[in-house]
């Protein structure tokens, strides 16, 4: 019988996949509106696609998790249920957290302005490496996903609970619990990577913009000034869920590894992964010229 702080859990997790479903499934249809008219996307658009239809896919595993959960706990428990929805999870997490990183480094080379030989080489040849990226991205999250997997199966029994690590002083106990700390940080090592990436273009990005709204500030050009002012709040803005969405795949990680269990506490890992992939489409609607021109129209539509 579940409680009312996960039905709580549960209606939040319902809303966000909502909100998530429906800004993400509109950049995807406006995307490949775009795509059939034109046969062809930009660089930006490809990487939004992908994630829009990769984020569906999210929401979809983080909804029927939770409701095999709260309704069908014993169905959940099983090996194979719980190893697919592992693996499911992993995959998608994995693919999302490396587009993200691919489309900072995409605003990152065409916003900001730095004059290293360095970057701007990648500004004239990382537009080109989109569509090999995003398909290497798909097949290096397969790989580790199921790398990750086997190696959690076969080595995890090998490391205890955090209760017997407390409670057993000895040697062995020490060597263990060291053991389970490497193979922590290998599970972890392909989404810190992405991380380390993303943190660096996005740090770039943020530096090159308020550096530029200074210097428009001082040339009293309000109008471009208050644009950059909204594009640092917007990049900032998804540093913040990307960060904090990166912190919870940590949380995951480690309570999976030291077998913690609770519906509760899955429930709300669940709500704040889904917190960031619904707040960044949102917030990727309103800095999109192209996206945010076509939601007010639609808008418009819908009150008239």
């Known amino acids: 019988m579940s409680t ?4 709580f859990g549960f209606i939040l997790l319902i809303i966000e996949t ?31 696609s992908c994630l829009s239809l990769f984020r569906f896919a999210f ?8 409701i095999h959960l709260l309704f069908f706990m014993d169905t959940f428990l099983l090996r194979n249920v719980y190893i697919a929805y592992n693996a499911s999870w992993l995959f998608v997490n994995t693919v999302n957290l490396w587009f993200a990183t691919w ?30 990226l995003l398909l290497g991205t798909v097949v290096f999250s397969a790989i580790t996903t199921t790398i990750k997997t086997i190696v959690r199966s076969t080595i995890k029994s090998e490391c205890k609970t955090i209760d017997s690590l407390l409670s057993n ?3 062995s106990g ?14 972890l090592l392909p989404e810190f990577f992405a991380f380390i990436i993303f943190s660096s273009s996005s740090i770039l990005l943020l530096t090159s913009l308020w550096r530029h709204k200074n210097l428009l500030q001082n040339s009293a050009r309000n109008v471009s000034t208050e644009v950059h002012l909204n594009a640092i709040k917007a990049l900032a803005s998804f540093s913040i869920l990307y960060v904090s969405s990166f912190f919870v795949e940590i949380l995951t990680t480690f309570f999976t590894w ?23 489409a949102i917030i990727l609607i309103f800095i999109n010229p192209k996206l945010k021109k076509e939601s007010v129209k639609m808008l418009h539509q819908l009150k008239c």
């Open 4 to 7: 009312s702080f996960e039905f």
């Open 18 to 48: 909502l909100v998530g479903i429906a800004g993400n499934g509109f950049i995807a249809i406006i995307n490949f509106i775009d795509w059939f008219s034109s046969r062809k996307l930009s660089p930006a658009d490809m990487i939004l």
């Open 59 to 66: 929401h979809a595993i983080a909804i029927q998790a939770t």
């Open 103 to 132: 489309l900072s480094i995409l605003y990152c080379v065409k916003i900001a302005n730095f004059s290293k030989p360095l970057f701007l080489q990648m500004k004239r040849r990382f537009p080109g490496l989109v569509p090999w």
């Open 169 to 171: 002083n000895t040697d």
């Open 174 to 187: 020490i060597k263990t619990s060291d053991s389970c700390k490497y193979y922590m940080l290998l599970y």
């Open 258 to 280: 030291m077998d913690i269990e609770g519906i509760e506490m899955n429930i709300w890992l669940f709500d704040f992964a889904a917190a960031y992939s619904s707040g960044h």
